[in-house]
């Protein structure tokens, strides 16, 4: 039987952040190039036992989904919310 892989995430204003820990290698590229150093390390640790990454300040998100796309492992997803104003 599969096993369901974890996925963590935080409801922003302008997206939903997720991660998949099972994926992060803390490499700390997304961390890098997010270009308004929204995200920080967490306590949860990741593919080689590195710590993943976590938003510090939600409202901060744009949602460019740069973290996203620069992830050499695919490790985040990123949901745009609609906007409703
Ligand atoms: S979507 Fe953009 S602003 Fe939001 S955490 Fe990722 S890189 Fe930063
Ligand atoms: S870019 Fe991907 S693998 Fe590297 S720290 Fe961020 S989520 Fe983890």
Redesign the pocket.
């Known amino acids: 039987m599969l096993k369901e892989m974890e996925v963590i995430s935080a409801s922003m204003e302008r997206a939903v952040f997720n ?1 998949f820990p099972a ?9 890098e190039k997010c270009p308004n150093n929204t995200l920080k390390w967490s306590d949860k640790l ?1 593919a080689y036992g590195t710590p ?2 976590i938003p510090r300040d939600e409202d901060s998100c744009i949602a460019c989904m740069i ?1 996203a796309m ?4 695919c ?2 997803v990123i949901e745009r919310k609609k906007r409703t104003k």
């Open positions: 991660i994926y992060c290698k803390g490499c700390g590229l997304c961390t990741g993943t990454v973290c620069v992830c050499p492992d490790a985040i």
